[in-house]
């Protein structure tokens, strides 16, 4: 599918969302779930869970090209090009199997079907996107976003993970992928823009939590209960929506 036709259908979704969710926050405002309705909430109230939120869309991309990387290696129906089926029986088996989808997981969006010596630099960010994948998806809970200590240590986990992600796309990962044998040809497609784009996302979040920077936004953002719960649930959407097209469209569309 054509990029721009996954970000109209991803826009489609969060319209959707939105009646819903104003029609919910409404009915629990009018039932006096949310208190007095005058009263405003600071960014700190609700921000936790935009946090947790990009938190899991990040890690839901990042997890998916893991397991793209995962199904080529052990040769799903059509997955790997014709004539490479030689390489990938030497590559999916012991510890040569294990060292290209490795150096896959590190280069990204390239996968490899074979291993050489050109791409053994991608080996170790492949060990340390892997060890990283399941620690960044802890931070998906809110709750670790609300105190100093753990939004930081959040942030850390977050910043590695993009450092591990953007590495290839520094490196030059095209002129690598080109003389190693490649089963799937590199490329940045939604989903790892979309990884991005969180992990962005989540940094300017953090700087409001903890930093309280910038201040003239975190004042406009203290806001009624009522709009802070439909905005929180209209991103939260819009991640949910967006990762989840990301993972169906996988890392290929341009």
Not at 93 to 108: E, H, K, R
Not at 228 to 247: D, E, M, N, Q, R
Request: proline share 5%; aromatic share 6%; hydrophobic share 60%.
């Amino acid at each position: 599918m054509h990029g721009h036709g996954v970000l109209m259908l991803a826009a489609v979704g969060v319209i959707a969302a939105f009646v819903p969710i104003v029609v919910g926050v409404t009915l629990l405002q009018r039932r006096g779930r949310l208190g007095d309705p005058e009263r405003r909430l600071p960014f700190a109230a609700y921000g936790p869970f935009l946090a947790g939120a990009l938190t899991a869309g990040a890690a839901a991309v990042h997890l998916g090209l893991i397991g793209e990387h995962a199904l080529l290696a052990i040769g799903a129906p059509g997955a790997i090009a014709a004539g490479s089926s030689t390489a990938l029986a030497a590559s999916t088996t012991g510890l040569v199997g294990a060292a290209a989808f490795l150096c896959s997981v590190g280069a990204g969006s390239a996968h490899f079907a074979s291993v050489d010596t050109s791409i053994g630099g991608f080996l170790p960010l492949g060990v340390a996107s892997l060890g990283l994948a399941p620690v960044h998806a802890v931070w998906s809970l809110p709750r670790l976003w609300r105190r100093a200590a753990g939004a930081v240590a959040g942030m850390a986990v977050a910043v590695a993970v993009l450092a591990v992600g953007l590495a290839p796309l520094l490196a030059g990962v095209s002129g690598s992928a080109a003389g190693s044998g490649a089963s799937t040809p590199p490329s940045l497609g939604y989903a790892d823009v979309l990884g991005i784009v969180l992990e962005a996302s989540l940094v300017l979040v953090f700087a409001l939590l903890v930093l309280g920077r910038p201040r003239t936004l975190l004042a406009r953002l203290e806001v009624r209960v009522a709009d802070a719960w439909i905005g929180t649930g209209l991103g939260v959407a819009a991640i949910a929506i967006f990762s989840l097209v990301a993972l169906l469209a996988g890392h290929a569309v341009h």
